[in-house]
C-alpha cells in the first residue's frame, strides 16, 4: 500500500490462519502467532524465566546484570539460586498449580534473611504480592494492544498474562500502516479523507495510552494498588472472592480497574493521575471491544459476559466518585448498559449453586477445592448483579437521575453470608457452609413483604447480610427519587407506606446478630440519608440554593432548571424539616464515628453532602441553632401521625417522647422542656468541611463538594 510518507510499497502476504491478520514477513508472522499459542522460546540463563520476544528477554536480563555489577562484592554466589527458587514459586502461585500457595497468594511477603536483597532488586519484583504484575506491566508498556481490540469476533482481545505478554500492546507507532487495508485506495477528495481519519484514529489510540506510558507506572505500583483494592476496597463492597481470585484468568479491562480503584488508597499524589490513565485504558478497551469480552467466559463461570459486568461494575463505581468531571460524565452515561449486558448473557437465569453439590467435610481435597472455585464464581456472578443496583441507587439519588431498572422487580436471591465469602479455605467456607440454613427468597419477595395490605413494623424475617441489606436500601432509594410531592406517581409506594418500610428496615438493622459493628454503622449511614429524602429530596434542594445564589455545580443534576416555585427557607419552618435535620446530625455523627479503616464507604461523600444541604438550609434560613433531643426515637423521627395504624399491636407510639417534641416544635428554636445538647449548624459545616477533605483522598467528588459547602459557609456569614 502507498503511503504518503514513503516512497516504497508495503505488500501484505502472509496470513495468520487464526484471526486472518496480515504480515508483510514470514519472521511478523511467527511472532505474532505466539500470542495464540503462548509458545515462549526464550529463557532466562539466570532466573529461568520464559519470555516470548528476544528483545523482552534482553530487557530482562539486563536487569539481572545491573545488580550484579551493583552487589558483585557483597553478594554470595547462592543468592541468584535463591532468587530462581522463589520466581518459580511465584508462577505457580501465578498459575494456580498449588493450592496452598494460591489461597495466600494475596498476604504480605514473609520477613525473611533476603529481606535486604528484596528491597535492592525490587526493578525484579520477585517479592510482590501478585507474582503476576511484571506480566501486566510488560503488556502496557509494550506496542500494539490497540491492534489486538481489533481481532475478529470470538478472539478474546486481551489474552491472558500468563501467555507471550509483549505481544498485547498498548498503541503502537505504525498501528495504521500495519493494519491490513484494501488494495484499492480511493483518489482525490476521497483519498485526503480516507488519510484524515487515518491520522484521527491513529492519534485517538494513541493519546489513550500516552497517559499510561507519560506516568511512569511501575509493576510494583500495580501491584501496590492490586493489594490496595483487595485490603480496603472489597471489605466495604465484597464483590470479588478474594481467597480465589486468579491473575491469569481476569481479562485486562478488570484488572485495569481494579487497579484503578486501589490507587485511590495510596498515599503518592500522582497516583490520581495513574489510576485515571489506567481508568481510561479500561474503558476504550471495552467501549470499543466490548462485542469480544462479552463472549469470555472462565473456568468456572456459569456464562459468558461476567468479567465483561464485573470490569463495567468497577469502572463505573470509579468513575461515580471521581474527581474528572469527564470521567464522571461518562460513567453515568454507561450506567444502563451492565443490567443489558448482564441479561444478554443470561446471568439472571443462571442456575444458583446446588446445594447438593456441596461436598462432605471428609471429601478430597480436590473434590472440595472444585466446589468451593465453583461455588464462588456463582457468588461473584450474583453479587456483581447486586452491586449494580447497589449503584444504580447512589447515582439516581446523586444525580438527581430516575433508576436504570425496576429494582422491586429484582429475581435475583439472597447473597451468602459474608462469613461463608470471606472464608480463606476450602475447609472454612466448607464449615461455614455446612453450619447454615440456605435461604433462596429472592429480594423481589422482600420487597413485598416490606409493603403488605396491612403494615407492621416488625424486623424482617430473612437472613440478611450487611450486602443485602444495602441492595434493600437501595431499592427503597430508587422508590423515594421517582416518588413527586403530591404523591400521584402511577405504581410507586407512597411517602406514608416507605417511611414504614424504613422502618422496618431500621428494626432489622438493629436486631441483626450476623452484623459487625463498623458494618451496622454503614448501613445507618445509608438509611438516614434515605430517610432524609422522604422528607425533602437532597439533590433538589442543593441546586436550589445553589441556583438562588449563582452558585455554579455539576454534583447533583448538573445544570438542569430547578422549580421557580420552591422556597426552602419556608422548608425549613416545617415540620418534615426538623425530622430531616435530626437524620443530618446522625449522618455526620456516624462518619465521625467510623473506624478508619471503614472510612471510605461509597455512598459516604452523598450521605454527608445530603446533610451539609440541611445544614446550610436552615443556617440560610436564619435557625442555625437547634436544641437537639438528649436521646432520639427513631420511630419518631421517621413516622408522622397519620403514618400510624393505632391498631396495629407492632406499633408503640411514643406521643409524649422527647423526639416528638422536638419535631413537632414550631419553630424550631432551643426549648428547655426538650433537654438534650445545643447544636449550631453553621459551626457544624466547618467539621462538615474538613470530612470533605478527607474524604477527597479517596473519592474525588468529595472535592467538588467540599468546595460548594466551602461557598456555602462564606453565603451564611
Known sequence: LMDSSTSYTRVKKVVCHVCQKKFSKTEHLRRHERCHTGFKPYVCKECRRPFARQDA???????????????????????????????????????????????????????????????????????????????????????????????????????????NVNEVNFGSPNLIEDRSSPVDMPFGEGQQAVRDVTEMVKSSSLSVTADVKASSITSVFLDECLHMFFARFIPTFPILHR??????????????????????YLGPRDSIAKGEALWRLAHTAVATSWQLFITHIGPYDACQGVQLVISTLLGQIYGALSKDRTISMTSRVFRPLGFFWARHCGMYDSEPYSMENLPAIDAPAAEKEHQWRTWSAREIQQRALLAYYVLDGLVAQMSGDGASDRHLSNPLSLPSSEVAFDAS?????????????????????????????????????????AFALRVVLEGLQTLISDCDDQDLA????????????????????????????????????????????????????????????????????????????????????????????????????????????RAHVIHMPSSLFAAATIYVAFSLSGLATVNLPSSIVWQDALLLRSDLHLDDDDIRPSYGSNTRQFVETVPCIPSPQIGGSVRNLLYELNSVQKLFSCLASQWGIAHHMGDIVAQWIQLCH
Open 243 to 264: 481467597a480465589t481470585f486468579v491473575f491469569r484468568e481476569c481479562t485486562h479491562p478488570l484488572l485495569l480497574n481494579a487497579i484503578a480503584i486501589g490507587s485511590l
Open 425 to 465: 479455605t476450602a475447609d472454612e467456607w466448607l464449615t461455614q457452609m455446612h453450619s447454615q440454613k440456605p435461604d433462596e427468597s429472592s429480594f423481589r419477595a422482600v420487597f413485598r413483604s416490606l409493603f403488605p395490605p396491612i403494615g407492621n413494623l416488625r424486623a424482617l424475617d430473612y437472613n440478611f447480610s
Open 490 to 597: 402511577v405504581g410507586i409506594p407512597g411517602r406514608s407506606d416507605l417511611r414504614r418500610a424504613l422502618a422496618q428496615v431500621h428494626e432489622t438493622i438493629s436486631m441483626s446478630i450476623h452484623i459487625s459493628a463498623a458494618q451496622r454503622l454503614e448501613l445507618l449511614l445509608r438509611w438516614h440519608t434515605t430517610c432524609l429524602d422522604t422528607m425533602i429530596n437532597s439533590t433538589a434542594l442543593s441546586r436550589h440554593i445553589c441556583t438562588r445564589y449563582n452558585i455554579p455545580q455539576d454534583v447533583s443534576g448538573g445544570r438542569r432548571a430547578v422549580r421557580s416555585d420552591f422556597d426552602f427557607i419556608k422548608f425549613t419552618t416545617t415540620e418534615d424539616a426538623r425530622r430531616a435535620v435530626l437524620h443530618a446530625v446522625a449522618i455526620q455523627d456516624i462518619i465521625e464515628q467510623l473506624p478508619r479503616g
Open 57 to 163: 528477554l534482553s530487557r530482562h536480563e539486563k536487569l539481572h546484570l545491573r545488580y550484579i555489577d551493583a552487589n558483585e562484592s557483597s553478594m554470595p554466589a547462592s543468592i541468584l539460586d535463591s532468587m530462581s527458587s522463589r520466581d518459580s514459586s511465584s508462577a505457580s502461585i501465578a498459575t494456580g498449580t498449588s493450592t496452598s500457595a494460591t489461597s495466600h497468594s494475596w498476604e504480605e511477603p514473609q520477613i525473611s534473611q533476603h529481606t535486604a536483597l528484596d528491597s535492592a532488586v525490587s526493578d525484579l519484583d520477585f517479592a510482590l504480592i501478585w507474582p503476576d504484575s511484571e506480566n501486566l506491566f510488560q503488556s502496557l508498556m509494550s506496542s500494539d494492544t490497540t491492534d489486538q481490540w481489533q481481532m475478529p469476533l470470538g478472539t478474546l482481545p486481551f489474552l491472558p498474562v500468563v501467555q
